[in-house]
């Protein structure tokens, strides 16, 4: 099986880390696959690094390579566009986000377009269904992350960085000026979880929240916000603290981890089971097999 996988992705977020790990997988079964993602991107460079063939994106690329392909895997909104126009073998779309989607004949002929569709979450499902994609041609397979080593907690409470509003920075800052805390907004997570106290999760709206289950494995307690596909990663008072999007919650939820290390403690060990049970890369890779083989068996 061939797969020719699009990715118009400029940074290097949660989505190309997982088109990353679903190439390794496919890899390791025998599956040959060709990238294309956007010239000079991270995720351009990333891919060479691991010495996976990869070319720049466009309309072009999509039209000639497809031709040999057993499908087409979009991987961003924008690689499904392309997509829709020019591939010349069946499309799946992998849905990462949960806002809804838009509206119009253009945007109803180009979800047409998709033999299959891959959403990370019920929360994702939920959105391609109220723009009328079938339930038939929706498999939900959540991201998976690598099993991390546990952290030692002795470090900062940690917030991923983001440049988007819908992030919630602005949020975390305010709440942890009212919970006397201070918090390391990292541009690498990886590291800066291996001594995380605690990350703080805050968001308008959310598909899965990759970096909540790169934090679980590694055993950290996460705050995250009470919306979208966070809901299904986190078991409130379980695997980790759900909270609602004002300065006065998430501070308080974030003072009950610090005042409560047997708590925190506790929330950890459970996410880090948690994530090693249901959110394993084994797992989405599996899962986006599957769906492979329903579209060309």
Not at 130 to 146: K, L, N, R, T, Y
Not at 204 to 217: K, N, Q, R, V
Not at 267 to 276: D, E
């Amino acid at each position: 099986m061939r797969i020719l996988h699009v990715d118009t992705g400029a940074e290097m977020r949660g989505g190309q880390w997982q088109v990353i790990y679903l190439l390794e997988g496919l890899r390791e079964r025998g599956v040959e696959n060709m990238l294309l993602a956007r010239k000079g991107s991270p995720l351009q460079q990333e891919a060479r690094r691991h010495r996976f063939p990869v070319e720049p994106a466009g309309l072009f690329a999509i039209h000639q390579l497809s031709a040999g392909a057993a499908l087409v895997h979009a991987h961003t909104g924008r690689a499904h566009t392309l997509a829709a126009v020019a591939a010349r073998a069946p499309v799946v779309v992998s849905r990462r986000v949960a806002f809804p989607l838009q509206r119009g004949p253009l945007s109803a002929w180009k979800y047409r377009r998709a033999a299959r569709y891959i959403a990370i979450s019920n929360a994702a499902r939920l959105r391609l269904l109220e723009a009328g994609v079938a339930d038939s041609q929706i498999m939900i397979v959540h991201d998976g992350v690598p099993e991390l080593p546990l952290g030692s907690r002795d470090g900062a409470i940690v917030a991923p960085y983001s440049g988007d509003p819908r992030k919630g920075n602005a949020l975390v800052r305010e709440a942890a000026r009212i919970a006397g805390v201070s918090v390391l907004f990292s541009r690498d997570l990886l590291a800066d979880l291996r001594t995380a106290q605690a990350l703080v999760y805050i968001t308008d709206e959310e598909g899965l929240g990759s970096a909540a289950l790169l934090a679980m494995s590694a055993g950290v307690p996460v705050v995250a916000s009470r919306v979208g596909g966070l809901c299904e990663v986190i078991e409130h008072n379980s695997s980790g603290v759900l909270t609602e999007n004002t300065p006065e919650r998430i501070a308080s939820a974030i003072r009950r981890l610090v005042d409560e290390p047997v708590l925190a403690g506790r929330l950890g060990q459970a996410a880090a089971a948690r994530a090693r049970r249901e959110f394993t890369v084994e797992r989405m890779v599996a899962g986006t097999l599957a769906v492979y083989h329903e579209v060309a068996p």
